[in-house]
């Protein structure tokens, strides 16, 4: 199916890219410039902390919705998995992965 589909999309897809279909769409306005822009590393390394700590932060809301439930090993496997995110969150504060200057 999925070859399928990509074949199909490449015989029924429009071909003309000249023109106005090769503009960039910035809300309507012209475009100025080009669009190849370098962005400096620590906008990737935080934007990649915050979602690795994000996520992490998902992992321990089932565990604390069902906190009474699990017994005395799952508080200590959370602990251990906070203690995991704690080393993680001081190794990218020593690296410098949360400074934004």
């Given amino acids: 199916m999925p070859v399928l589909a990509l ?3 490449k015989l029924l897809s429009p071909t003309s890219r000249r023109g106005e279909r090769e ?8 475009p100025i410039g080009g669009a190849w ?6 906008y990737y ?3 990649l902390v915050f979602v690795i700590f994000d996520v992490e932060t998902v992992f321990l809301y089932p565990w604390a ?4 439930r699990l017994g005395l090993l799952a508080f200590i ?7 995991i995110l704690v080393l993680a ?3 990218a ?5 949360l400074e934004w200057s």
């Fill in 7 to 9: 074949v199909a999309n």
């Fill in 23 to 30: 503009l960039t769409y910035e809300s309507g306005m012209e």
């Fill in 37 to 42: 822009i370098q962005f400096n590393i620590r």
């Fill in 45 to 47: 390394m935080f934007a």
């Fill in 65 to 68: 919705v069902a906190f009474h």
């Fill in 77 to 83: 496997e959370a602990l251990i998995f906070i203690a």
């Fill in 89 to 91: 969150l001081a190794y």
């Fill in 93 to 97: 504060w020593r690296k410098g992965a």
